[in-house]
């Protein structure tokens, strides 16, 4: 390899900088990561580097990955035959909705908790004990209904089969109650969380999906449709 002299340039030098560019690069990613880790140096062992998050965190952001999952199931369901702009819309959410949930499922590597609820929603209410208020864990699992927007297998199946305007006004209507029972859920965290980045992840989450879903509202208004209750 040459420099822009036209003098060899060594392999030593090359892995210099190679190693140099790697540091920074780490040094970076440690940098996003420290707000979530316990900082503690004299606690030896594993547990020295596991992620600190409290158990409302957890709840939520098990439910929120959860709640992502389903908007992602919704835009692969969308048909091919739609409104170009209504196309755009779903991918943006998608590749939106796809990053949030890398963050999320990497926060619950790094707690070592499950990425699956057992008792949904249950941080909603952290006065109560998990299960002790809220009943039907088995139906949550099928069809959504102890999270707020999620919709039923039933309405899945529909947008799968559905064409045309008919698929664009159901998935804009599915989708605007799905991003409104998001937004409720990231508030609810708002409220209950002092600071970290979860709730600033939530905080985020809120402002995007209020804006996308006051945008789906009008979309819906130009097929003369409103929003599902």
């Known amino acids: 390899m040459t420099g822009r002299s036209g003098t060899e340039v060594p392999n030593i030098t090359i892995r ?18 420290r707000p979530l880790v316990d900082p ?10 596991v992620a600190v998050l409290s158990d409302v965190e957890v709840g939520f952001v098990q439910d929120m990955a959860a709640h992502h999952q389903q908007a992602l199931q919704m835009t692969v369901r ?15 959410i998608d590749a939106a909705q796809r990053l949030e949930l890398g963050t999320l499922l990497g926060w619950l590597t790094l707690t070592g908790s499950p990425p ?9 209410s952290p006065t109560h004990a998990h299960g002790a208020h809220l009943q039907g864990g088995a139906d949550h699992q099928v ?8 919709a039923t297998l039933a309405e899945l199946d529909a947008l799968s089969a ?11 209507q599915l989708m605007t ?24 992840i939530a905080r985020a989450m809120m402002q995007e999906q209020s804006k996308e879903s ?10 003369d449709a409103v929003p599902a209750g």
């Open 177 to 200: 109650r799905h991003h409104d029972g998001g937004v409720a859920m990231a508030r609810a965290a708002d409220l209950l969380l002092d600071d970290g980045p979860v709730k600033r």
């Open 162 to 172: 559905a064409h045309g305007r008919d698929a664009e006004i159901l998935f804009l």
């Open 116 to 124: 699956i609820n057992p008792d949904p929603m249950w941080w909603h």
């Open 214 to 223: 006051g945008l789906m509202t009008l979309m819906l208004a130009e097929r």
């Open 78 to 92: 969308l048909p091919p035959d739609v409104d170009p702009a209504v196309a755009a819309l779903a991918d943006r």
């Open 40 to 49: 503690r140096d004299d606690d030896p062992g594993p547990a020295a580097s």
């Open 16 to 33: 210099v900088l190679a190693l140099a560019a790697l540091s920074l690069l780490l040094l970076g990613a440690g940098a996003t990561l």
């Open 143 to 150: 069809d959504g209904a102890r999270m707020p927007g999620m």
